[in-house]
Each structure stands twice: as structure tokens, then as C-alpha cells.
């Protein structure tokens, strides 16, 4: 990843008020391609508003929100729609459709979206979730069949299924135990290796930041406060961020991610 390349996403000025509710007043920030963007704040700050924001769910009040070089808000459906199709966006729950097996939530988007006949959609699914981890067997299950960290593959499967060039996770691995935890943060790390993807993650896991975010984004103020590497976020001078990287759990999730601390893996 070089800085010389223009930035996927650039976010300048954005502003977003809910009512007489002000989140986000002049908020800027780039994802850079190939990159794993951690976004944290604190409750309230607007993460998931951001994250809507910029894959067109939410219209911004002011600001501008460029993806891949285009003002999303100024294309016509049918441009919007294409830029739309680059996005994979895994929602906090999941959000899959409970009605249909696995197998079709991931064949949707590419029946609806690319056109495929159904036979060739669901092929293509079955490769999707194998991507994923899910053992080959999951697809003809419904969602309730599974469990959480089953679900969060299936939606990544599906947030795959049109070949993105960037992936959004809100909250992917809240309420996973921690062992489910580690293992899906690995596995965004192998995807963003292979694939090349920009990843834009929304996280309270400390244990996520430390083990594959590049950089991180800390919102606070209404703005971002810092985007840089760890390091270097940890470092700012802000009360929030102290306490968040230097409490209790800030120091466990340091000392896990030293190279001695980490347990064999048998992969």
C-alpha cells in the first residue's frame, strides 16, 4: 500500500444531524486502497452513520462523500447503482433474509444484480461461503439454523458475492467469543490478502485494532480526531483514547498481540 495512490474514499466537510442533533460537523477522512480502516468512538459518535453515509444509505446534510473518484450523491441511478455494486457492506446482525437458506441469501445479489440465471447464482454461492469458512453443508440451512459466528460468514459470504473492491463491517465480531473473534479477524486479514480489498471496519474490539487494522480512525467531537496507525493513535493526547488504549482491557489486547504472547496455530 503506497500513499500515492488517490484515496478510494474521500470524505470532506461531512455533516450529519439528526433533528436538532448534530453527529458528524466537518468530518474528513480517506480510506487508501488495500488498506484494514478501524473506526472507533465512543457511543453515540456516529460509526454506524458514518458507514451508511458512505454506501449511500444515508444522504449527508452538507459535505461531500467521493468513492473511486465520483461524488455518490451526484450520479443518476443507473452510475450510482454501479459504483453501489463495488461495495460489500456486512450489517451488525447479519441481516439476512430468514426465509431462504444460506445458499440463496448469497445467490441474491447475483441474480439481482449481475444477471446470473439461478443455477449458476447458487454455484457461484457455494464458492462464496467456502471463501468464508462455512463448511460446505451450511448453505442448505436457514439462518436460524446457525450460529452467530456461522451467521457473520454467511453475511460476509454474501457482502462478497459481487467481487467488491471494498468491504464494510459494522461491529463484525460483536458478540462472538473470543476464540469465533480471532479467528474471523484472521480471516478478514486472509480475504483482504488475497483478494486486495480496502476494508472499512466499525469496532469496539480492541483485539481487532491490535491484530490487523492498518490504521484507525478514532471519532470524537463530531469529526475524526486522528486517523493514523496504532501507535500513534495511542499516543494522542485525548481522554477518550487514553482510557480506551491504556485501560485494563487496552493493555491485554497489547500484550496478545506481541509476537511471543500468540498461541501456536495448527493452520
Known amino acids: 500500500m503506497t ?17 436538532s442533533q448534530t453527529v458528524h460537523d466537518n468530518l474528513d477522512l480517506d480510506i487508501h486502497p488495500g488498506e484494514i480502516l478501524g473506526v472507533v468512538g465512543g457511543s453515540g459518535t456516529g460509526k454506524s452513520v458514518l458507514l451508511r453515509s458512505i454506501v449511500g444509505l444515508r444522504r449527508p446534510n452538507a459535505g461531500s ?5 465520483e461524488d455518490i450523491q451526484r450520479l443518476d441511478e443507473r452510475r450510482r447503482s454501479e459504483v453501489e455494486r463495488r461495495f460489500g457492506v456486512l450489517f451488525q ?5 430468514s426465509s431462504l437458506t444460506v445458499t440463496e441469501n448469497v445467490a441474491l445479489p447475483l441474480i439481482e444484480h449481475a444477471g446470473l440465471s439461478r443455477a449458476d447464482a447458487e454455484h457461484l454461492a457455494c464458492m462464496k ?3 468464508a469458512g462455512l463448511p460446505r453443508n451450511a448453505g442448505d440451512k436457514f439462518p436460524s439454523e446457525l450460529s452467530g459466528g ?4 454467511a453475511a460476509l459470504a454474501r457482502a462478497l458475492a459481487l467481487d467488491p473492491d ?3 463491517l459494522d461491529e463484525p465480531t460483536a458478540g462472538l467469543d473470543p476464540i469465533g473473534a480471532a479467528a474471523f479477524d484472521q480471516l478478514i486479514l486472509t480475504l483482504r490478502d488475497a483478494l486486495g480489498l480496502s476494508v ?3 469496532t469496539h474490539d480492541l483485539d481487532t485494532l491490535y491484530a490487523i487494522c492498518d490504521r484507525i480512525a478514532v471519532l470524537a467531537q463530531k469529526r475524526v480526531l486522528v486517523a493514523d496507525t496504532l501507535e500513534r493513535v495511542a499516543a494522542t493526547d485525548d481522554a477518550w483514547i487514553q482510557e480506551y488504549f491504556h485501560g485494563p482491557r487496552g493493555r491485554a489486547a497489547a500484550l496478545a ?8 496455530s495448527n493452520h
Open 3 to 19: 500513499d500515492k495512490q488517490a484515496p478510494l474514499v474521500e470524505i470532506r466537510g461531512l455533516v450529519n444531524r439528526f433533528g
Open 65 to 69: 462523500v467521493k468513492v473511486f473518484g
Open 93 to 97: 446482525r447479519g441481516a439476512l433474509f
Open 129 to 131: 461461503l467456502a471463501l
Open 150 to 153: 456461522m451467521v457473520k460468514r
Open 166 to 168: 471494498i468491504l464494510f
Open 200 to 202: 472499512f471496519l466499525v
Open 257 to 264: 498481540s506481541q509476537p511471543h504472547h500468540q498461541p501456536e
